[in-house]
């Protein structure tokens, strides 16, 4: 199977999640835009539309309503969205084939603390992306005197950081012709790189890693590091204070990590204080900067050594 039958074929597997005539207006799609779609997106009182590289494209003029939202949540969840409660508490819903829901509405709280929704205004169905050997040229200069160096991977929001993670974690974890695959403790808090499902990833994340999902990342990362004797530490998008010091933790017990933050470039990285006084600590020792030129990825490695 090519790349792009296995990503038409995981759109098609998301549009599944779609109430009945949703889903054949989903299907009306060409195949080699199946095969890039991002995302489609469900807003009540306007058309369903799809995300594309290009950006969104209404898929038919007639109206989403608020039933199809509930129906939506309903096939999502198997019908029990009680089963899905903690999720939902997030914002979100994981889902069987490495696709996730995002929701947005009403919500009602208990105790100052979001619990649930009580009406949906709009979903945007995530489409799992697996990327094959998009890492290939990228791994080697990432290993320096036989050991894998901490490195975390910046871009803009959608600029493609955790396809990319998720290919470094299993290309790492995997044995190769030159050394044995590396015991990788994965952090997925929200479900986005893994896509666990029963225990089982339904995203290819390598025969060596191990997966703690929908756990706070930082307490996850201080998790597998007293129970799985990792080598590497992977997690998606270091945001707050608490982060930062569970990973300076895990650096300073000699295991390497491998992480995502949100920036345009290195300049944009540094002139934020939560990413500056991490630099400054040495906790990476390789930035991998995504950038987009003529609808393309280009990945550049810099020394994420900053000094004190």
Known sequence: MTDMDMQAARYDAAVLLLPHALRERARELPVHDRAAAEELRLRVGRPLSVLLPQGERELGAESVTRRELELLVEIATGASVQSSRRELQNGYISCRGGCRIGLCGSVYLDE???AGYSAYSSAAVRIAREKRGVADGLLPGLWREGRFRSTLIIAPPGGGKTTLLRELVRKLSTSGPARPGLRVALCDERGEIAGLWEGRPQLDVGERTDVLDACPKARAVLTVLRSMNPQVIALDEITDPEDVAAVERARNCGVALLATAH???????????LYRDMLCGNVFENIVTIRVRNGR???TVDSGRRGK
Do not use: K
């Not at 300049?267 to 204080?273: F, H, M, S, V």
């Open 263 to 273: 920036a345009s470039d290195l300049e944009d990285l540094t002139a934020r204080p």
């Open 297 to 299: 990825r280009e990945y």
């Open 112 to 114: 100052g603390q979001m």
